[in-house]
């Protein structure tokens, strides 16, 4: 309730996941952007998980593999899945394997279905996305931590409204885009915010798309 005040989910954890869907309800881009974003600031390897691929659209697939590339292209890897499908999340359950792994996401996505897949005895509370206002519905209320059979830990935090940014200053915010930093050495300038500064690496690749201009229109976004 208070929006000055910064909340610490979980600690001392070897992956972040963020799952998303693309529908029922939606994720924006700029929410996975700012996840990503705040676990390279504490140098936390990133996967974002898509769930309820078998409800998409034509429209939908489409954002899904423009996701798959301008993420994949960031170096994240893409898990499109059905959390209640086993059958989908085999890649996934063999890379948390051993780890500890904080999940995230809006309410509704499908944490704790996709726990309870993971870990068939725990049966999770699950609830249906609200019909009225096409979001989700808190089923998790705080955060929990779970053993996988076969090794690792699982953090289950509540589901997230809004996913804010602390302590990164406006000219760190590019380091934290992984394919920015790579040619951040190339600027003319050690502090460019790559915004209106001559001889910007950055924005040469966004005009000549090597750099995807969805990134860097929502880096504009949050350094704005």
Not at 50 to 71: A, P, R, S, T
Not at 73 to 79: K, P, S
Not at 104 to 117: A, C
Not at 182 to 207: D, Q, R, S
Request: charged share 20%.
């Amino acid at each position: 309730h208070n929006r000055n005040q910064k909340h610490i989910v979980a600690a001392n954890i070897d992956l972040a996941l963020v799952m998303a869907t693309i529908a029922e309800p939606r994720t924006s881009q700029g929410f996975i952007d700012r996840f990503l974003i705040t676990a390279e600031a504490y140098h936390i390897p990133a996967i974002i998980v898509v769930n309820k691929i078998d409800l998409l659209k034509e429209k939908h697939l489409k954002q899904l593999e423009e996701w798959k590339q301008i993420f994949g292209a960031a170096g994240y890897n893409v898990y499109p899945i059905v959390a209640k499908d086993i059958h989908t999340i085999t890649a996934l359950k063999e890379l948390l394997k051993y780890k500890t792994t904080l999940f995230s996401g809006h309410s509704g996505v499908g944490k704790s279905t996709l726990i309870n897949q993971l870990i068939p005895d725990i049966q999770l509370k699950t609830t249906e996305v609200s019909d009225w206002s096409g979001k989700g519905q808190h089923t998790t209320t705080f955060a929990e931590m779970f053993s996988l059979p076969e090794g690792g830990k699982i953090i289950d935090t509540p589901g997230v409204k809004e996913f804010g940014l602390i302590h990164i200053e406006q000219e760190e915010l590019s380091h934290y885009f992984p394919e920015m930093r790579n040619l951040l050495h190339n600027c003319k300038f050690n502090n460019c915010l790559h915004v209106n500064e001559p001889n910007c690496a950055v924005k040469n690749a966004v005009n000549n798309g090597t750099l995807s201009a969805e990134r860097y229109i929502s880096y504009r976004t949050i350094l704005d």
